[in-house]
């Protein structure tokens, strides 16, 4: 199996102390609202069901064959669901805290929170698994938000290190942690079964803020949670 690692920025070294860059480098309305206003204009229902008709006509099919009749609603209706995350707010998931810290002070580490994707560039699937960790000072989320957090950001069309750098951003942003990291592992179908066709590659790609960033011992031990040999 191939393994094509993509760190999203080169790490700072901890004596490299200087502004805090962590979610600056994004649009907060990326990561903090829904991607969709509600005053936005929209093609109709059926002005989509119409395009994905002339992308049937495209491929050479009989858009009136019996077989095809349903299809254009079906495939709207599987990219309102494949694409929900336009219509969720991150900010509003992960501003439901579950509580305080009642003194803890490691980090909380998520692990294997699986997803899919579609691919920004071919609108073909991607997908596999997030492994998040944050320091919370004194805010702390139900573990299910992370996962809910994972599934927003997945359900618009994504590079994965973009949705890396969001899921580190939104938390980041939102929850004032110590530190947040990411390390999301995927395989992605338009590289598995289209252009090169190579099956099993994995892509990795990981996000390091505050003390993660700071700090390589604590990069290391989230690395070996996630992926150490005791798995
Ligand atoms: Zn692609």
New binding site residues.
């Given amino acids: 199996m191939d393994a094509l690692i993509k760190p999203i920025r080169p790490n700072k070294p901890a004596d490299a102390k200087t502004s805090d860059v962590k979610s600056s480098e994004l649009d907060p309305s990326e990561f903090m609202a829904a991607a969709v206003r509600a005053d936005q204009p929209r093609p109709s229902r059926a002005e989509a069901e119409d395009a994905v008709k002339t992308l049937l006509a495209y491929i050479g099919e009989n858009t009136f064959r019996e077989g095809l009749l349903d299809t254009p609603r079906r495939v709207v209706e599987a990219y309102d669901e494949l694409y929900q995350g336009y219509h969720q707010c991150p900010a509003e998931v992960l501003n439901r805290t579950f509580g305080e810290t009642a003194g803890y002070d490691d980090f909380v580490l998520v692990r294997d929170i699986e997803f899919t994707s579609q691919?920004?560039?071919?609108m073909?699937p991607?997908y596999g698994k997030a492994h998040i960790a944050y320091t919370p000072v004194e805010r702390v989320v139900g573990l299910s938000k992370l996962a809910r957090l994972t599934d927003i950001f997945a359900r618009r069309l994504q590079t994965q290190e973009h949705l890396t750098a969001q899921i580190a951003a939104a938390i980041d942003e939102v929850l004032k942690p110590r530190g947040v990291a990411i390390l999301i592992e995927a395989e992605?179908t338009?590289?598995s079964v289209r252009g090169v066709a190579k099956h099993g590659a994995s892509t990795f790609t990981s996000r390091f803020t505050g003390m993660f960033r700071d700090n390589p011992a604590e990069q290391q031990r989230f690395l070996s949670l996630v992926r150490g040999p005791n798995r």
């Fill in positions: 691919c920004e560039h071919h073909m991607f992605h338009c590289m």
